[in-house]
């Protein structure tokens, strides 16, 4: 069983950076692809990046390449999401979600919640001046 928590959100102000972390148990990072997903009040969750498990490789939702940075530290069992340029439609509970595997064929499956078995409660980030 992997368990997941997240951590890092908070209240920051248009144009400011911050970076979640999603800390991992009962798995490695090395067989587990992990994905940060995102929930707004009265919309679908939605999924903004993920990381492969056996190589590292990063995959990000259009909507948000060029300001979601996925990495993670295999030692720390940890992966983060660093989000610059933050805007007032970043805010939403960000989950990280796992599955073990890898993905070998079609990249953007890692974003769909479904595939994911393991999931954290959530962190809060909000935008706002």
């Known amino acids: 069983q992997v368990r997941l928590v997240e951590s890092g959100g908070g209240l920051v102000q248009p144009g400011g950076s911050l970076k979640l972390s999603c800390a991992a148990s009962g798995g490695t990072l090395d067989t587990h692809v992990i994905g940060w997903f995102r929930q707004a009040p009265g919309k679908e969750r939605e999924g903004v990046s993920c990381?492969?498990?056996?190589?590292?490789?990063?995959y990000y939702a259009d909507s948000v390449k060029g300001r979601f940075t996925i990495s993670r530290d295999t030692a720390k069992n940890t992966v983060y999401l660093q989000i610059d340029d933050l805007r007032p439609e970043d805010t939403a509970v960000y989950y990280c979600?796992?599955?073990?595997?890898?993905?070998?064929?079609?990249?953007?499956?890692?974003?769909?919640?479904?595939?994911?078995?393991?999931w954290g409660q959530g962190t809060q980030l909000t935008v706002s001046s």
């Open positions: 979600a796992a599955f073990r595997g890898a993905i070998t064929i079609r990249p953007a499956v890692c974003l769909e919640p479904t595939i994911h078995d393991y």
């Open positions: 990381i492969n498990s056996n190589n590292g490789n990063p």
